[in-house]
């Protein structure tokens, strides 16, 4: 088993959070990771960086955490609260698609009832325990 990596870093309340959280990911797992999964981890949380600069309130915490299946990434601010439906709109729509990509490209995502704490996962490729090709 390979060692866990983990991170916990504040993110400035300024336009630029979500450009620092995917920096802090970027200089803390290229090393870790495939590129294609760093590349989704970065919109990802990017969007959740977003969401917590436009919609939240107070402090915007970034979490993160590798193990040899995924990596999972918090994005944490002081708002009251988080409804977790998606808004389904048209295609032409310009904005607002932010939880739809995390939808769509995580492997998991959630939201910590009454809470701005929000969750995604990736899963690293390779085999899993019990997967033809595991020589576990």
């Given at each position: 088993?390979?060692?866990?990596?983990?991170?916990?870093?504040?993110?400035?309340?300024?336009?630029?959070?979500?450009?620092?959280?995917?920096?802090?990911?970027?200089?803390?797992?290229?090393?870790?990771?495939?590129?294609?999964?760093?590349?989704?981890?970065?919109?990802?949380?990017?969007?959740?960086?977003?969401?917590?600069?436009?919609?939240?309130?107070?402090?915007i915490t970034l979490r993160a955490r590798l193990d040899d299946d995924?990596?999972?990434?918090?994005?944490?601010?002081?708002?009251?609260?988080?409804?977790?439906?998606?808004?389904?709109?048209?295609f032409e729509v310009v904005g607002?698609?932010?939880?739809?990509?995390?939808?769509?490209?995580?492997?998991?995502?959630?939201?910590?009832?009454?809470?701005?704490?929000?969750?995604?996962?990736?899963?690293?490729?390779?085999?899993?325990?019990?997967?033809?090709?595991?020589?576990?």
């Amino acid at each position: 088993m390979a060692e866990e990596v983990e991170l916990e870093v504040k993110l400035p309340r300024a336009e630029t959070a979500p450009a620092v959280a995917r920096r802090t990911l970027r200089r803390s797992y290229a090393d870790h990771v495939d590129p294609d999964l760093l590349g989704d981890a970065e919109l990802l949380v990017s969007e959740l960086a977003s969401n917590a600069l436009r919609h939240g309130r107070g402090e915007i915490t970034l979490r993160a955490r590798l193990d040899d299946d995924r990596l999972l990434v918090e994005v944490i601010d002081e708002g009251s609260g988080f409804e977790r439906a998606l808004r389904h709109r048209e295609f032409e729509v310009v904005g607002g698609w932010g939880l739809e990509i995390v939808e769509d490209v995580a492997s998991r995502w959630g939201v910590h009832e009454g809470t701005t704490h929000i969750w995604f996962e990736l899963e690293r490729r390779g085999p899993r325990l019990g997967e033809p090709g595991d020589d576990a």
